[in-house]
DNA sequence: ACCTGACATGACAACGTTGTCACACGACAG
DNA sequence: CTGTCGTGTGACAACGTTGTCATGTCAGGT
């Protein structure tokens, strides 16, 4: 990770004398003496001074503008005189590049930031996934601006909109709409754009997403064989693609294994709270034969189910097996196996996809799938017990 | 939350015929045809068409720049007519606005984006810090730039200096150096600035934090209350503020019990790992008498703990309190025993402190404490066992 | 002395937008 | 018919920066 930001100049100096010889005639106020080392300096908390522009660095060190441009931007062809004397005005003036006019003016267009439009940036998910983007990012010396979307596909398209308009390099998203043909303007466009965790919908696009079928199929066939039967599945809201895909996984290996008639759903479970309620209902005694395993789309319905069966004193005789680990899910008693997605794997991936795209790669869209692999803790390998 | 951006326009119309009969000679080529509603429509991945400005819409609307940027605007003063068909070319040719250069005209010089850098945001504090900021700056229509610090100063200072660079409205800081002394011209030239989690040094500015001594004493004098008295305290590293302060209260509650010889600190863990070494190291059998309590100064370092007793089997003999609410805490056996620091009414009032300065408010800079509260939940009030 | 080339520097336009001001037009009062 | 006003529209400069090109200076070769 290289430290320093583009276009900056060294710190203060030991001696701030009067500035190099030049009549340069500079009507600045602002006064150049750094903060003493004693108690807090106050922000001088009245009218805001305006910033200092190339315009002012050049009249302090008696230099054209361009050459200020030069000395900021690094460039070669300035003599080293007055490189020092600009810097030292830069440094007198605390002036600071603003790379919006920079990236105006400059043919390149790019602005160094992406953004990331995610579900819920305060879940384990989310969170990580944008951790890892973050890190990638930083080594391109891009920064992120990230969204959270709770599932509305109206916050969505405005939330595009507002990253088109200011020109992010790059976009990442976990879409909550059903379908993203308003995406076509900006693909067209060549706005280099990377789906995540959800493949995209009348839109050809990269994707980096996790086989949500086969993961399912593998829980809930890890689940046969421990010798259950009677499975029950918890989903979240059918709209959402991945939510189906794992409850249609579970139904596909239900068949697969001559369970069809055993086959029990409850979807639609948007929170901790609902799933709870849901399995507290299940197995509410006297309701004939309950299920003995629960297969859990998604962390928190898990962590529902973990809690319902706490309630009922259930948590060593009903096997359960959740889809995304999270954190602490291997200090709960029992330990929660879950089918893991490699978070980490996701943003990276997702990072190398979309910085290749903004280099430039006009190869096809690529799918990149990621197989979640089991993690068996102890939860899932209870055996049945009526 | 107002669903639809600044400076945008309607949707496409039914239908697409020539725009209106003045003779504009627009040489643009882009199709207008919006996409049929069959399958995925390839984003023509090839040479990326120029996006068009407000000049081309101008060129195909036949009329002038300005009346462009009035209707873009929702400025008052343009004929039905002529909005409608700027609107027209508007739709036909993708526009989209750019805030950039918008912003680099304007005066009010607002760029609608904030920068928050956190500690991590993949960690549970930092994230639901970032999520509740985010709400409070979807409702001002603002952005937020997002960046983990990880303890490491040098890139605080190089993503500070980026943020100003990108002329964020304003900044949100749980820092990672010692001093901020280098933020003193971007205050002064007036940049808003809320600390958060950490007092600024060194500085005067806004500041969000929780009362680490006094909750940390709460958390002592809790066990103490159930009779322990060798209580051993594991804490981050000493130069994070908050790590020090939870140890200063810890002895400060010790000495206030008459405990002071039974003071007993590890400091300077980093991670779950190290505080689990900790405790093991601690609680080895035959090395005297061991500690009967555990104070863990952060969320990962209870866990660490939790995984070592859990090791050895002392889960119900070893009392334990942690400094920080996390998800799944309560579902632990014995759940943990907090102090939890409310992170979405700090994060919702980082936002109240940001956004009132950037609306001008320039009364002295607040410190905001929030007091942490202490949660049972049966780890905490185990009985001392020897 | 003259020409050549390398080097340092600056003048100017341009990026895409908006603030300011001026103009053209029709309506209306005198 | 003239003068005044209100309304819609446009020309132009400006925001802060960089790409292009021209100019000035000086060293070295003939």
Redesign the pocket.
């Known amino acids: 990770m290289s430290p320093s930001e583009m276009?900056e100049v060294p710190a203060s100096h030991g001696s701030s004398g009067p500035l190099g010889s030049s009549g340069a005639s500079a009507s600045l106020g602002a006064a150049g003496c750094s903060a003493s080392a004693g108690s807090a300096a106050s922000a001088g908390a009245g009218h805001h001074v305006a910033r200092a522009?190339?315009?002012d660095v050049a009249a302090l060190s008696g230099?054209?503008?361009?050459?200020v441009?030069r000395v900021?931007?690094r460039e070669?062809?300035?003599?080293p005189e007055?490189r020092e004397r600009v810097e030292r005005a830069v440094a007198r003036l605390d002036y600071s590049?603003?790379v919006h006019?920079?990236n105006?003016?400059?043919?390149s267009g790019r602005t160094g930031t992406v953004g990331a439009l995610l579900q819920d940036i305060s879940n384990s998910f989310s969170a990580s996934l944008l951790r890892s983007l973050e890190d990638v990012a930083r080594d391109q010396r891009t920064a992120v601006l990230a969204s959270s979307l709770d599932e509305e596909p109206e916050r969505e398209i405005a939330l595009v909109r507002g990253l088109v308009a200011r020109r992010v390099d790059g976009l990442v998203l976990m879409p909550a709409t059903a379908r993203q043909e308003y995406l076509l303007p900006e693909l067209r466009a060549g706005l280099p754009t990377v789906f995540v965790d959800r493949l995209p919908r009348g839109v050809d696009a990269d994707s980096v997403t996790v086989d949500n079928l086969a993961g399912s199929r593998h829980a809930v066939r890890h689940l046969v064989s421990h010798g259950h039967r009677r499975i029950v599945a918890l989903g979240d809201l059918r709209t959402i693609q991945t939510a189906e895909l794992r409850l249609q996984g579970y139904r596909e290996e239900m068949q697969a294994a001559g369970l069809g008639d055993e086959i029990l759903e409850r979807a639609d479970l948007r929170t901790p709270e609902a799933a709870e309620a849901a399995v507290r209902q299940l197995f509410r005694t006297g309701t004939g034969p309950r299920p003995t395993a629960i297969f859990a789309g998604r962390n928190d319905l898990a962590v529902g189910a973990v809690r319902a069966l706490r309630a009922l004193g259930l948590v060593h005789r009903v096997a359960l097996v959740g889809f995304d680990d999270f954190p602490l899910a291997d200090l709960l008693d029992p330990g929660l196996t879950v089918m893991r997605q490699n978070v980490g794997q996701i943003g990276s991936e997702v990072g190398r996809l979309l910085f290749a795209r903004i280099d430039g790669d006009a190869a096809p869209p690529r799918r990149v799938v990621i197989e979640p692999t089991l993690i068996p803790r102890g939860s899932g390998e209870i055996p049945p017990h009526e």
Chains 1, 2 share one sequence.
């Open positions: 276009g522009t190339m315009k230099v054209s503008l361009k050459t441009s900021v931007n070669a062809g300035v003599s007055v590049h603003n006019a920079s105006l003016r400059r043919s």
